[in-house]
């Protein structure tokens, strides 16, 4: 036979036991009456709910006749009891408010709080008497609180209904605070006083307990001077906001947040109404006129109040007018989710991804975009707005449904978190306890933590799912005026859209938007379930127009062919990948163009990683192979390996996976492969064209930037060619041999061709221009044992085998150690002839025009600056000291420190400048797709070079700050070093 405990458990009561001896204390009539026990089973928690009622009638026994006689009260109060302890608390305190309001004489929020403290409602301005004016206050408003969860939790009331109940019990609240304020502030009289209500109290949607943010705008009376009233009525507000928060016997209210008034915390608490005005008109930022969406005055002298939100609504719909408006609408978005700790994230309803923020963030932008030129968007509340952008075409009707089901969804779940303790959280909880009552609480009764859980967690996604989209989908039945019964986004809005969104051609990117969904096929399709998410990745990137462009190119391409599609609508990270780059980097963008089959390479991180110098000599001999004696067809495949591996090395410089080093080394690397190919290609077809066996060996020897593993993404390739005739060879036919080879090898790789070109410049060869281009080794010793200039020996300090006869190149860097590394060192008049041919650099060899701060090669600080530095003490040093024996820059200075040459401080602040300028010359190039040395002057070029380089879209002159500051430090060290002895 089952006990009486355990059929209570089975009830729903977590300890049966219990729950027998609270029934049996209640007294016999408790025990029989079913109507109770099926509204305490019917409670989210039904053991909090009876602990709560055996407090309360232990207080009051007459509680329980009141409850049989008024079976609605007594649903709604047990409702209460087992969701909320806090307010189980209050009623224990005060029995009296179990029955709540007289229906007979019902009153305001308003008049019962202000007769709670003392104070008259008819006055214009009350003023609160009595000496427990707070705790009555707090009773008082937790009484009122009381009867509206009883009707909230009873479904009396609808979420919306609730919302607006909260929000005036908050301004009634914050009016008796006033009345509070006034009774113990001297001089109130002097200044009229309005509050204004921002946010959710602002716009009648308030939940429970929440911080309510608030602006005090106030105005002296009649012959009052304006300093006396605005300290006046600084002190009333200060006044309320302490009748707020103060903690008494009963508790406190809330915190009450002017931290949304001009100039937040650091500016006055109380302003007049033309100082408001002023501040907003010249100093405002988007994300303020973002916050008086919601403002209405709430307390105080509302004809005030009225005036200040008519005089400042005409600015809140003029912000999308405002400069700067696309920077603060990027910045704003990214905020949305900056300010979640880590391990709250996943369980945040209202910061968290697919939370509160996120829906209420997009309808607010949305708002501020459109309701410039369409009045009916208007609304404070958030439900009401989205109905209006849904009405209007602005958002999708099916979205906008997703969303306000998720958003009330999400918004009941918060009341039930903070009905609990009366506490400030959005946090979920993890307790299976306490999610049990959540579950309960909104009617899942057969696997309430299940049932929550998975609901919870489908409109995360959902929401996530559609914020991401909701700026951009109705783009697309703009642009491609897609069959719809929904109104549509017309033209002109989609113009402002994609304007406020950072497009500098809305007109360009709707023809793209359009050519790219339009038609029936299934290609169309899936770029209609891509082009949401991807217009946002444009818009987040540095050169949203851009990014459209190349994408629409490169699907056009692509389009047809199945993986392409496929691959970026199933992963995700791909398309966002390909978008971020084709919306910053040009380079990256035209390398794909004609390679854009190399989309694939962006699937894993992988794929990314620059592949062993040892596979790309593999690879680009056999190509050379399988072309036999076709040269161009063999170059032609070695450059189209060039481009492919450019591709993959940006990418990875782009995506922060490769310092400017690891950039440099792995340039240098595949120029190196691209030479050797096109070498062995070149010697082919010398070969059959003499028709007879190749007389000589050749060498090419990397100098500059090439030989220092230093390439940027523009270099050349500077190099020298060696040759050693074969025994028995005459030396005339073997160097003509070795001049023909020379000269193909560089006409081959800058051929006019869809492949980048790689110009193989011998500049740097014995005399220069005028000397020939190809000499034996035996002529090089000649004339290094002659003629050789100190500017000679200074450029072979980059010298190293780059390409053909290893042997014969390993004995050059024999022959050319010892005239780069004297044992000797520098002569003092070598030291001063390059001490002078650098000053004549400097003097004569910068552009004409050029700004000698921001320019990354020769400016003060720049390249040259430094590889001088780190070259001179090669020069002075190597011979004896072999460590600075390298052809690398940083790892001469590292060197120079290891032997006590140079300062440990001035190495840091030496290379701190060589990378910053190797980063911004390779960034300039990535971003315009041609080289330059200077950092740009127009504002639009230098804000996206300082985006590539890492920068947030307001960080363009943090940059060049940056920039000058690190180069004018580096400049300093190397007038120190360079030029003194």
């Known amino acids: ?170 301004a009634a609240a914050l009016d008796a605070a006033l009345a509070i304020a006034r009774a113990e502030t001297p001089g109130w009289e002097q200044a009229r006083l309005a509050v204004i209500g921002m946010g959710k109290c602002g716009a009648r949607e308030l939940n429970y307990i929440s911080d309510v943010d608030v602006i005090f705008v106030a105005e002296p009376k009649e012959g009052v001077d304006e300093a006396l009233a605005l300290k006046s009525a600084t002190k009333l507000a200060q006044a309320m906001m302490r009748a707020c928060s103060t903690s008494t016997p009963e508790g406190s209210l809330w915190e009450v947040d002017a931290g949304l008034r001009p100039e937040g915390k650091m500016g006055p608490l109380v302003r007049t109404l ?128 997703a969303l306000a089901e998720a958003y009330s969804f999400l918004r009941h779940v918060e009341h039930l978190l903070q009905l609990h303790r009366l506490r400030r959280t959005h946090v979920v909880p993890s307790d299976s306890a306490d999610l049990r009552r959540i579950g309960r609480g909104l009617g899942m009764v057969t696997d309430p933590v299940g049932e929550f859980t998975t609901t919870w967690k489908r409109h995360a996604l959902e929401v996530r799912r559609l914020h991401e989209k909701l700026f951009y989908r109705p783009l697309l039945q703009a642009a491609a005026r897609l069959p719809s019964e929904e109104a549509r986004l017309s033209t002109s809005a989609a113009h402002v859209r994609l304007e406020a969104l950072g497009y500098a051609d809305p007109s360009g990117a709707l023809r793209h938007i359009s050519a790219l969904t339009s038609g029936v096929s299934r290609r169309a399709a899936i770029q209609r379930t891509l082009l949401p998410v991807m217009l946002g990745w444009f818009a987040d990137a540095p050169d949203p127009d851009a990014g459209l462009l190349g994408f629409r190119q490169i699907s056009d391409k692509l389009g047809a062919t199945p993986w392409y599609l496929r691959m970026l609508r199933d992963e995700t990270a791909v398309a966002e990948r390909l978008a971020r780059l084709l919306g910053t980097s040009r380079y990256v963008t035209t390398l794909l163009q004609h390679s854009p089959d190399a989309v694939a390479m962006l699937g894993s991180a992988s794929d990314l990683a620059v592949r062993p110098v040892e596979a790309l000599h593999a690879e680009a001999n056999a190509a050379v192979a399988r072309y036999g004696q076709d040269a161009e067809s063999s170059v032609a495949a070695v450059r189209a390996l060039r481009r492919r591996e450019l591709f993959r090395v940006a990418c990875a410089d782009l995506g922060g996976h490769l310092d400017i080093e690891g950039v440099g080394q792995a340039l240098s690397e595949l120029n190196d492969a691209t030479i050797e190919g096109a070498l062995n290609a070149a010697i082919r077809k010398v070969t059959e064209e003499r028709r007879g066996e190749f007389p ?66 011998a500049g740097l060869r014995p005399e220069g221009r005028q000397g020939p281009l190809v000499r034996t080794i035996s002529s090089y010793r000649a004339y290094y044992e002659r003629w050789s200039s100190p500017w000679e020996a200074q450029a072979l ?27 000797e060192g520098l002569a003092p008049d070598a030291l001063l002839q390059i001490r002078k041919l650098k000053a004549r650099m400097e003097a004569e060899r910068l552009p004409r025009g050029a700004d000698p701060t921001l320019h990354t090669k020769l400016g003060r600080g720049g390249l040259s600056d430094v590889e001088w530095v780190a070259q001179l003490l090669q020069l002075r040093h190597a011979g004896t000291l072999p460590a600075l024996r390298t052809t690398r820059t940083l790892d001469t200075l590292r060197s120079a420190v290891g032997e006590g040459l140079l300062d440990a401080a001035d190495e840091q602040t030496l290379a701190d400048a060589w990378r910053f300028a190797s980063r911004v010359r390779d960034a300039i190039m990535l971003v315009k797709g041609r080289s330059a040395d200077s950092i740009p002057g127009l504002v639009r070029e230098r804000a996206l070079v300082s985006r590539a380089l890492g920068y947030p879209p307001d960080g363009s002159e943090d940059f060049i700050d940056d920039y000058r500051r690190t180069t004018r430090r580096a400049r300093a060290v190397v007038e120190r070093v360079f030029y003194e002895d």
């Not at 109060?77 to 004489?105: N, W």
């Not at 008519?310 to 704003?332: G, K, P």
């Not at 709250?344 to 923020?357: D, F, N, S, T």
Request: charged share 30%; aromatic share 6%; net charge negative.
């Open 274 to 401: 033309d100082s408001h005005l002023t501040y907003y008109r010249r100093w405002a930022k988007t994300w303020e006129f973002q916050a008086l969406l919601k403002a209405r005055p709430v307390a105080g002298d509302m004809e005030l109040g009225e005036e200040y939100v008519e005089l400042i609504n005409d600015m809140v719909w003029e912000a999308a007018a405002r400069e700067n408006f696309v920077e603060d609408v990027q910045a704003m978005r990214r905020r949305v989710e900056a300010h979640v700790r880590g391990s709250e994230a996943e369980r945040q309803i209202k910061l968290g991804p697919g939370g509160l923020r996120d829906i209420e963030f997009a309808v607010q932008l949305l708002q501020l975009v459109h309701g410039r030129t369409d009045p009916l968007l208007r609304r404070k509340a958030t439900l009401p707005a989205l109905a209006a952008l849904s009405r209007g075409g602005y958002v999708g009707r099916d979205d906008a449904k």
């Open 696 to 761: 000589t060996r050749m060498a090419v020897i990397a100098m500059g930037r090439l030989g220092g593993f230093e390439c940027s993404y523009s270099s050349d390739a500077d190099v020298m060619f060696v040759h050693a005739p074969l025994p028995g060879a005459e030396e005339k036919d073997a160097t003509d041999a070795a001049h023909a080879v020379a000269e193909e090898l560089r006409r081959l790789l800058v051929l006019p061709t869809p492949e980048p070109p790689l110009a193989v410049d």
């Open 1 to 170: 036979m089952q006990t009486t405990a355990g059929r209570l458990a089975r009830l729903g009561f977590a300890d049966g036991a219990r729950a027998e001896r609270l029934l049996d204390a209640l007294g016999p009539e408790a025990v029989a009456d079913f109507d109770l026990l099926d509204d305490l089973v019917s409670a989210a928690d039904p053991d909090l709910a009876l602990t709560s009622l055996s407090r309360l009638v232990e207080r009051d026994p007459s509680v329980l006749g009141a409850l049989r006689a008024d079976p609605g009260l007594r649903r709604r109060l047990l409702r209460v009891l087992g969701l909320s302890a806090a307010l189980g608390d209050h009623v224990v305190r005060h029995p009296e408010h179990v029955t709540g309001p007289d229906p007979e004489e019902p009153l305001t929020h308003r008049e019962e709080l202000l007769f709670a403290v003392g104070a008259d409602p008819a006055q214009p301005e009350p003023v609160a008497s009595g000496e427990h004016a707070l705790d009555a206050l707090r009773a008082s408003y937790r009484g009122r609180l009381l009867h509206l969860a009883g009707l909230d939790v009873t479904g009396v009331l609808t979420l919306a209904e609730i919302a607006a109940e909260l929000s005036d019990l908050a």
């Open 797 to 823: 300090l980059r010298a190293r085998f780059c390409a053909g006869d290893f042997d014969l190149g390993t004995e050059f860097m024999a022959l050319i150690d010892p005239l780069r590394y004297r044992e």
